[in-house]
């Protein structure tokens, strides 16, 4: 297979592996219900798919031959689980039982450069006046957003604090993903998901265990549930690792602009939810200065990576 060929099917597998991120909002809340309708307990929604992700990944490993972490590379997997397999899905999905998946997908707009500036933050890199201005202005639309949505839903300018859960959400996954980017450098980013997800499998699988509904849930939610456990937490990442390797990680992740967007469609028929005109333009402004921001350069501090998308 040609180069371009090869380019053009990383293309089309990131665009794949974003369709099933974009369909991880819809399916947790189709997991979880909301507030006043609640079906699967946030915690065992967070702690059971980070478990049975973290199951497959022992047979990921085992099947590969995988080497085992060492020396600083047992702490750097602390740190991206406590990002991603903790953090960011406990608050997003505590966030999702009081807001539809709607409007955490403007949030999630924010991904990719709130990745970008957290890790400049830790790796003190140099970043351009321009890209934390940038970085500030998707903030700052995110902010508009939440106070409009606060606005025409209760009459008063307020922020919710499904809000606040869910922009810490975003915090925590970027911290993740920047802590993931550093161990790249050092093992495959397949593995590195799967040691971080067999790390932490004794937490996430008693906590599962402890938290399981004792009360009947509806298929649904069992469906939401193993979605967000398989293709959310596992395949979907797997997918999109092997897309960045293939095709060029520049390229293949402008892909990412359009998650939003998909997540916005899909909550229509899945959830009932209804067409905002100021959802999809807040999250079009969102992603506008976000990509603004990752379009520009900042100094590494490091050699890049050799190893950041191998499969």
Not at 242 to 259: D, F
């Amino acid at each position: 297979m040609g180069t371009s060929q090869t380019e053009q099917r990383g293309l089309w597998l990131g665009l794949l592996a974003v369709t099933m991120f974009a369909l991880s909002l819809p399916m947790t809340k189709l997991a979880v219900g909301s507030h006043d309708a609640p079906l699967l307990s946030p915690w065992f929604s967070s702690f059971g798919r980070a478990a049975v992700a973290g199951l497959l990944s022992v047979v990921y490993l085992w099947y590969h031959r995988a080497r085992w972490p060492v020396g600083n590379q047992w702490r750097t997997l602390a740190l991206i689980g406590l990002g991603n397999a903790i953090g960011f899905p406990i608050l997003q999905t505590v966030g999702l039982l009081y807001v539809p998946s709607s409007h955490a997908a403007v949030f999630n707009g924010l991904l990719p450069l709130a990745t970008a500036a957290i890790a400049a933050l830790i790796f003190r890199q140099h970043a351009p006046v321009r890209f934390w201005a940038w970085a500030g202005l998707a903030a700052l639309f995110v902010v508009l957003f939440a106070l409009w949505r606060a606005y025409v839903t209760d009459g008063f300018i307020a922020v919710h604090g499904a809000d606040v859960l869910l922009f810490f959400a975003i915090v925590f996954c970027g911290f993740g993903y920047a802590q993931g980017a550093k161990l790249a450098r050092e093992m495959p980013a397949a593995h590195s998901l799967s040691w971080m997800l067999v790390v932490f499998l004794p937490i996430t699988l008693p906590c599962a265990i402890y938290t399981a509904p004792s009360h009947p849930v509806p298929w649904s939610a069992w469906l939401g549930f193993a979605y967000i456990a398989i293709f959310s937490m596992w395949i979907g990442m797997m997918i999109w690792f092997y897309a960045l390797h293939i095709g060029g990680a520049v390229r293949v992740s402008q892909v990412q602009i359009l998650q939003p967007f998909l997540t916005i469609l899909f909550s229509i028929p899945l959830l009932g939810e209804s067409f905002s005109m100021s959802t999809l333009l807040f999250a079009a402004a969102v992603i506008w200065a976000a990509y603004m921001g990752k379009r520009v350069p900042i100094s590494p501090t490091v050699p890049a990576p050799a190893l950041a998308n191998k499969v």
